[in-house]
Every structure is written in structure tokens, then in C-alpha cells.
């Protein structure tokens, strides 16, 4: 029954900033395990940019979607075993320690990518940067969670959200600040290493979670803590408090060490909040974050813009405002509340899907033509060998176009020399290495490989820019927000830890599905699928997801006790007493009562 009533009065935003000057000893608890949340960012973010140059150095990973989604998705099977290894220590071993091994994980990762002499090395790089990623997906929104005072909870957790976004940011940039260095790609995963020594003399300077400290029997030493956070009025009801919750689990379960999982699945309060909990992460990834945030470059070559240091220089412009979109919820989240940012962020989504759906269809169904004539103006040798037998046999072959050229032979294997009087002429079809694409070049042509010119290409980076406005500030955030606030003290370990898990098992299907479903479908389909699953988030959300703004933690389970439904969501919330009337088998006999 940790947290006391608060009320709350929409002022989060302008109190978190007070504390910069009131107590910001707060301030460097969120920021310092923040920075868990910007190697997050960095790292996911990072290959999107590096793997354009990283399958120019390597064959066989040029040749290979398999290996690219490799490379990628490595990362994400590394974050489910961190995130699930994350949820036992940080119950075993304390918050802090677990962000400790976690910046370890980061340190190692980044120096075997940054000195990888193969496809291998990278795939062992990525794992251990995954198991880093995993375990302080779950810790330091935890952390913050447990060392900020319920009033403006929402908003501290929003900043490792922020410096989440701020880290991809932070990685496009690099990336294009690096295209020109030498070694490329090397220095774009290296760079990881810094922040990651950095938080590590950080946190070795602050304390462990009172909360954590206080259930181990540490009672002094989180008490002390507390009395830093709190002010001298509020100290003592919150230390009350936090007595009466841990006293009572012990009185439950007769140990405040072990959790049973069996008894956790058949706890009532526990099962609601792993469902929304486990859910929202779920959804996160199946409405297609990550197919933005890891194959950003290679949508926009899709969209029509061919060279890599335009896709890196466009791509940064949706990560920035992935970023943005973290500070709009800093500030709304504690004013608008948890479920409305939700379902206005779904809505939008949905939109911007729609949009790139449509724009993707018109792009793949009116792709330049193929020209016999631009064709035959390089080598013979040089010709696309699909496209060479299909002009030799009876009729023709067909119209070709630069859809078809790319998929001729999988799209790997041939390529689309552009006019060099205008990119939306009919150009040539020749086979993909980089002597062809030199000589393309060498005459003042663009070469596509991904996608084909388009003049809607623009529209597909509206599309984008949609999105990511729309997901940032709801789904992007509250997700990580409410799994650090739903669960009783005594599971939160565990319950973040697998509803940690669960996103990053989301995550790797996705990711490792990607690219393979634009070959077979093609984009247009493959967002019309992600779109379909935005639907079915926005059902789940205003069904199984309840409201949690500015309510102390016992409030919470309370909340899911009842199985309280407010599908009028929008409206003010009235305090829990006066919401309802409990009869006296305590079943809610008011108008929100359980379904």
C-alpha cells in the first residue's frame, strides 16, 4: 500500500522542472538510469544506418535478407533472454546492481561489433548488446519508477522514454556524421562503448531503490533515501505506508522472499495487471515500431530516394521526431492520463498506416519503365540476365518496369539504372554489383537496388513523419509507464521482467519478418498488416487497459481488483470511495462495475 492519495491538479510537467532547483537529487536518480535508456535507443537505432555500409564491406551479407534480418534481429533474441534474466535479478540482486550489468553487457558488445571481421562477429556483437538492451528495458524505467514521488511518476518515467528516442536520435546523427570516416559502420557501433562507461561510474555513486532496500530489510538505509526524495511532511506517510504494504504481503504469503508463479497467475489483482501490462508491450511492436526505427534507410530507399546518405539524412528527421514526440508526452502524460494518450496515439497510427499503404501501392504500380534502348547503352555483360531472356523470347517477354527488374531475380541480383535526363524515364535493367553501379554513376545516374523512382516518395516520408508523431507521445511511452506502476511491489520484478520479455519476443518477429515480407507481399501489404493489428490494439487498449494517473500504487490494485471498466475514459476521475458503492460481498454495485 505504498504511495499515499494524492491529489493531482495537472501540474506534473511544471513540478518536475521545479525540482531542478527545489531537489534535484531526484532529477539525477531519473537521468543517471535514464542513460540505460539511451544506449537502448542508441543501439536499437544504430544498424538501421550501419547495415547500408555494413553490406557493402560484406558479400554475402549484400546478398542475403536472412543474414541482414540477422544482424538485426540478433540484437532483439539477446534483449528477451536480458529482459527475462532482468525481471530475477532486479528481484535477487537489487535495481541498481542490474543497471550495472547491464552497461558491463553494452562495454563488450560494442567493442567486438567495432572490431568484427565478419558477418559472425557481429551477429556475438549483437547478442551481448541485446542482453544489455534487454535487461535495462525492464531496470531503469523501474528504478526511476520506485525512486520518484507519486505526483509526477509519469512524467520522470517519460524521460528514460525520452532519452529511449533521444539515443535513436542520437544514433541517425552519428551515422551520418560517420558515412565519410573510414571504417564507417565500425565507428557507428563502437561509439556505444562511452555512455555505457559513464552511467557505470554514474550509478556506482548512487543509492539502490528504497523500495528495493526497504523488502529486503534494509529499512534504515531506505528510509534515509526516501527522506531525500520526500519532503519532511510527506516522508513519514510515505514510509508508513511502505511498512504497511510490505508487512502485509509477509501476512499473505508468509515469506517476503519467495514468489510463486503459480500463486502469481492465480492472484486476481496480478493476473489483470500482467494482461494490460503484457498486452500493451505486445502491441508496441506488433503495430510496427520497429520495421521505422530499424529499417528507417532502407523505407526510404523503398519510398524511391537512392543514395544511402539521403536515406541516413532523411531518416534523421524521423527519429528527431520520435524524440519530440517523448518530450509532448513528458508533458501530457500526467494531465491527460495514461489511456487517452493511448488511444489518440492508436488512432493516429492507424491513420498514417493507411497513408502508407496507399502511397507504397501507388509507388510499386507506377515505377518507371525498363528501356531496351538505355539498356543496350552499357556492356551487353552488364544486362540483367532475366531481363535479357525475357527480350530474347517470343513476344518479347512482357512490360518490364523497375519493380520488375528488382524482384527479376531476387532483387539482390539485378538493378535499375535511372535516365540521367529525368529519374522517372524509362531506364536501364542490369545486374547489381558495384562495377555496375560505379558506371551507372560514372554518368550522372541514379542506381536503385531497394526501391524504385517514384513522385510520391514524399508522401511515403509524410506517411512517416505521421507515424511517428502519432506513436511517439502514446504508444511509444505509456506502455513502459504503466507496466512500472501496475504491479504490487512484491511482483514488479517479475511481472516487468515478463511483460519485458514479451515485448521483445514481439519484437524479434517482427524484426526477423520484416524484409522478408516485403519481398514476398510487398510494403503496401505488409503495412496494410500492421495497420490491421493497430485495430486490434485500440480494442485491447480500451478494454483491458485501466487508467493509472496519479494514483498511489494501492489505488492500482484496487482498481484491477474490481475489474473496473471506464470505457468513458475521458472523463475526470472521481476518488475510488465515492466512484462506486461496495456492497457488502464486496462486488462494485456502481456504474462502472466489473465486467
Known amino acids: 500500500m505504498e504511495g499515499g492519495a494524492h491529489e493531482f491538479d495537472g501540474s506534473a510537467f511544471k513540478e518536475c522542472f521545479s525540482l531542478s532547483w527545489r531537489n534535484p537529487y531526484v532529477l539525477r536518480l531519473a537521468f543517471s538510469a535514464g542513460i540505460g535508456g539511451l544506449l537502448f535507443g542508441y543501439d536499437t537505432g544504430v544498424i538501421s544506418g550501419a547495415l ?103 512524467a520522470l518515467v517519460s524521460t528514460n522514454a525520452f532519452l ?69 511532511e510527506e516522508v513519514e506517510r510515505e514510509i508508513g505506508e511502505l511498512k504497511e504494504s510490505v508487512a502485509a504481503e509477509v501476512r499473505e504469503r508468509g515469506s517476503s522472499e519467495k514468489v510463486n508463479l503459480a500463486a502469481l497467475v492465480r492472484t486476481a489483482t496480478v493476473r489483470r495487471g500482467l494482461v494490460a501490462g503484457v498486452g ?80 507504397f501501392h501507388e509507388t ?60 522517372l524515364l524509362p531506364g536501364a535493367c542490369l545486374v547489381s554489383n558495384n562495377t555496375v553501379r560505379d558506371a551507372c554513376h560514372g554518368e550522372g545516374r541514379l542506381w536503385y537496388t531497394r526501391g524504385c523512382p517514384s513522385r510520391y516518395g514524399w508522401l511515403a516520408l509524410l506517411g512517416l513523419a505521421l507515424y511517428i508523431i502519432f506513436f511517439s507521445p502514446g504508444m511509444g511511452t505509456v506502455p513502459w509507464i504503466v507496466n512500472s506502476e501496475i504491479y504490487p511491489l512484491r511482483y514488479r520484478g517479475v511481472c516487468g521482467g515478463a511483460a519485458a520479455t514479451a515485448n521483445w519476443v514481439s519484437n524479434l518477429a517482427v524484426a526477423q519478418s520484416f524484409l522478408s515480407l516485403t519481398e514476398a507481399i510487398g510494403t503496401s501489404w505488409t503495412f496494410l498488416i500492421f495497420g490491421g493489428l493497430s485495430v486490434a490494439a485500440l480494442a485491447f487498449v480500451l478494454v483491458c487497459v485501466p487508467e493509472t494517473k496519479g494514483l498511489p500504487i494501492e489505488e492500482v490494485e484496487k482498481m484491477l481488483e474490481r475489474r473496473e471498466l471506464r470505457l468513458r475514459f475521458w472523463a475526470p476521475r472521481r476518488h475510488a470511495d465515492a466512484d462506486a458503492d461496495i456492497d457488502g460481498n464486496g462486488k462494485e454495485s456502481g456504474k462502472n462495475a466489473g465486467v
Open 52 to 154: 547500408l555500409y555494413i553490406r557493402d564491406d560484406f558479400v554475402s551479407v549484400d546478398r542475403n535478407t536472412w543474414l541482414q534480418e540477422m544482424i538485426v534481429s540478433m540484437a532483439v533474441a539477446g534483449a528477451i533472454i536480458g529482459a527475462a534474466i532482468g525481471g530475477w535479478t532486479t528481484d535477487r540482486f537489487g535495481r541498481r546492481t542490474s543497471i550495472l550489468v547491464a552497461d558491463f553487457l553494452f562495454f563488450v558488445g560494442a567493442v567486438v561489433m567495432a572490431s568484427a571481421t565478419g558477418p559472425a562477429q557481429l551477429v556475438v556483437g549483437r547478442v551481448f548488446v541485446g542482453l544489455g538492451v534487454g535487461m535495462a528495458s525492464m531496470t531503469s524505467p523501474l528504478y526511476i519508477s520506485e525512486a520518484s514521488p507519486a505526483r509526477i511518476r509519469g
Open 164 to 232: 529511449i528516442t533521444g539515443g535513436q536520435f542520437l544514433a541517425y546523427l552519428i551515422n551520418l556524421a560517420f558515412t565519410k570516416a573510414p571504417g564507417t559502420w565500425r565507428w557507428m557501433l563502437g561509439v556505444a562503448a562511452l555512455p555505457a562507461v559513464v552511467q557505470f561510474g554514474l550509478m556506482l555513486a548512487l543509492p539502490e531503490s528504497p523500495r528495493w532496500l526497504y523488502r529486503k530489510g534494509r529499512a534504515e538505509e531506505a528510509e534515509a533515501i526516501l527522506r531525500r526524495i520526500y519532503s519532511a
Open 280 to 359: 500493451l508491450q505486445v502491441f508496441q511492436q506488433l503495430v510496427g515500431i520497429n520495421t521505422v526505427m530499424y529499417y528507417s534507410p532502407t523505407i526510404v530507399q523503398l519510398a524511391g530516394f537512392a543514395s544511402n546518405q539521403t536515406a541516413l539524412a532523411l531518416s534523421l528527421v524521423t527519429s528527431g521526431l520520435n524524440a519530440l514526440g517523448s518530450i509532448v508526452s513528458i508533458y501530457f502524460i500526467d494531465r491527460t492520463g495514461r489511456k487517452k494518450l493511448l488511444v489518440i496515439s492508436l488512432v493516429g497510427v492507424i491513420l498514417s498506416l493507411g497513408v502508407l499503404t496507399a502511397v
Open 364 to 423: 510499386t504500380s507506377h515505377s518507371p519503365a525498363v528501356s531496351a534502348a538505355e539498356t543496350a547503352h552499357f556492356d551487353g555483360s552488364l544486362t540483367c540476365p532475366s531481363y535479357r531472356s525475357s527480350s530474347s523470347s517470343a513476344g518479347g517477354g512482357g512490360f518490364w518496369d523497375c519493380t520488375r527488374c528488382l524482384k527479376a531475380a531476387g532483387s539482390s541480383e539485378c538493378g535499375f539504372c535511372a535516365s540521367g535526363a529525368s529519374r
